[in-house]
């Protein structure tokens, strides 16, 4: 069993940055790509970002391409998130994932999420 704890989240003005981590409780971590979902007020979960295991390919949502950098630190079993220009519409929980997919179509383990509320 793997467990995922995010931290990081909090009330920011529409233009400021947050950086989301994401601590895993397994060395295994090293093995799995790692990844962002977030879900906003009445919507469905959405994919944001992931990470390879060895973080040398990321993908990006298209609506946060240029504002969020993913990233991580396998000595710390670690993974951010890095959100600058940050948007009202990006208001949501935001969940860690890790898979062996990069994609994260086959999401095993998920965090208890954070929130993150960008004001206007």
């Known amino acids: 069993q793997v467990q995922l704890v995010e931290s990081g989240g909090g009330l920011v003005q529409a233009g400021g940055s947050l950086r989301l981590s994401c601590a895993a409780s397994?060395?295994?971590?090293?093995?799995?790509?790692m990844g962002w979902f977030r879900r906003a007020p009445g919507k469905e979960r959405e994919f944001v970002s992931s990470i390879t295991w060895n973080g040398g390919t990321t993908n990006y949502a298209d609506s946060v391409k240029g504002r969020f950098t993913i990233s991580r630190d396998n000595a710390k079993n670690t993974v951010y998130l890095q959100m600058n220009s940050l948007k009202p519409e990006d208001t949501a929980v935001y969940y860690c994932?890790?898979?062996?997919?990069?994609?994260?179509?086959?999401?095993?383990?998920w965090g208890q999420g954070t929130q993150v509320t960008v004001s206007s």
């Open positions: 397994r060395r295994t971590f090293t093995r799995y790509a």
């Open positions: 994932a890790l898979d062996q997919d990069p994609l994260m179509a086959t999401v095993k383990y």
